[in-house]
């Protein structure tokens, strides 16, 4: 991958204010942290950090050049002017938005098709999954972890290459237009949108509203375009209407396209009968759920627009492995299991994960460890109450809660019928892991579920360092 000058002046709209015009630089970075000797160091505003203030320090590593915002240059410019410097300076008015400029740019000279995961939940799973199936016999590149933002999608394109043959990325959101935004970049061929239901309530106050942004990203699709849409959520189901390309569902509910059938799930996976118009196909999962399910034939739908046989796309879910603290299991030397699903949460997720929860059986005490589901606005109260109600009619034996808002979940568990004795409320992880301990017998099975800012996988971390982690089972921490 080179980007040459003239070509990062062209797609940008900046000015080359020092160095030379002909450099080639071996990459784009805009983490001083990892930068490497030739690339291009773009100075972007993140939450915690202000690129420009590091522009000096890469230099010095080996930077080949700095993208500025206008205006800016209070660092040395000698930098620039001593013997045998070359570096370029380059100056835009809007770093974020050049880094987006640039990724477009390298993108359109690859004719490869991309597909696109948005939704509210299984965005990274449904993604792993296709990428599962894509890359058995291809070369495929994927987006890793979840970068799905305004900056982590242009960075995932840069990762695009002379090999690759087919892509596949996510998208996230908090607001309206960033997944228009996102579409504009990447240009996707196929896109999936896996469900909507309560999220991103601080900036979107109905969950209609967050309906109308994911479904930015069926705007100007091509005609050869395709939209992979889930049959079984209604507010999905309802945007074939704005689709300009073609459509496949999939799904439980009659009708859909890709469906699954006589599905079993438990402890050790989930098993069903995967089907496309007249033939079908066992997948053995490596995860429990019917939300996996869901998540799985979302991937079988992409890859069968791309052209898989049902028979390699049954061997490559067969073969995915959740990413870390995503349904991660492990087993302590007492015998108690312990399900790391703290990643993040919100009400349909963490219903999910309850459910499958119930499902795996009652030969084991199900311990929930639930804390704070964030940014749900003024929905917080119901979205945590209805959780509670949930848990008292789930029958799970002890309920932990973790934070101000979880103390909903406590609440309401114990109005609809949920033992006082099998309740405990903590204030903080570090209570929670605490009294965990305390009570945690060889045949539990603990369950750790919260938003990402809640932390809750070091509570798993904890009963790792106090248990100890057997090696006869560890599923789910592939990275």
Known sequence: MLFMTTDVLKATGGKRLRGREDLHFSG?????????????????????????????????????GVMVREGWAPFR????????????????????????????????????????????????????MIYSILSI???????????????????????????????????????????????????????????????????LRTVEEV?????????????????????????????????????????????????AKEIHTGEDGTRFRLKHGGEESEVRLNIPGLHQVSNAMAAAAAAVV?????????????????LAQRWETFRLLNGAVVINDAYNANPESMKAAIRTLKGLGPHRRNIAVLGDMLELGGYSEEAHRSIGRLVAESSLDILVTVGEHSAWIAEEAED???????????????????????????????????????????IAEELKNAGAISQ????????
């Open 211 to 259: 309906a109308m942004a994911k479904g930015e990203i069926l705007e100007e699709m091509a005609e050869d375009g395709w939209a992979v849409l889930n049959r079984d959520d209604p507010r999905v189901y309802a945007m074939r209407g704005r689709v300009r390309g073609k459509v496949m569902t999939f799904g439980l509910e009659k009708g859909a396209d890709v469906t």
């Open 306 to 322: 791309l052209g898989r046989p049902l028979s390699i796309i049954a061997r490559g879910l067969s073969s995915y492995r959740p």
């Open 77 to 128: 410019e000698s930098l620039f002017q001593e013997p045998g410097a070359e570096q370029n300076l380059i100056s835009v008015p809007d770093t974020i938005r050049a880094l987006q400029d640039l990724a477009h740019a390298h993108r359109m000279q690859y004719r490869i098709p991309i597909v696109a995961v948005t939704g509210t939940n299984g965005k990274t799973s449904t993604k792993e």
């Open 472 to 479: 006869k089972e560890t599923r789910g921490k592939r990275n």
């Open 416 to 458: 609809h019928g949920m033992n006082p004795k099998g309740i405990i409320r903590c204030a903080s992880r570090e209570d929670a892991a605490l009294k965990l301990g305390k009570i945690l017998k060889g045949n539990d099975r603990i369950l750790l579920k919260a938003s990402r800012k809640m932390g809750l996988e070091r």
């Open 28 to 64: 784009i970075s805009i983490d001083s942290r990892s930068i490497r000797k030739g690339e291009l160091f773009v100075a972007v505003l993140g939450d915690r950090f202000d690129g420009h203030d590091f522009c000096e320090e890469v230099l010095k590593k080996g930077a080949l």
């Open 137 to 203: 016999g291809h070369h495929v590149f994927r987006s890793q972890g979840n970068l799905n933002n305004h900056i982590g999608v242009p960075l995932s394109l840069f990762g695009i290459g002379g090999e690759t043959e087919e892509a596949v990325l996510e998208f996230g959101m908090s607001g309206t237009g960033e997944i228009r935004r996102l579409r504009e970049i990447a240009r996707p061929g196929v896109v999936v949108i896996t469900n909507v239901s309560a999220a991103h309530l601080m900036a």
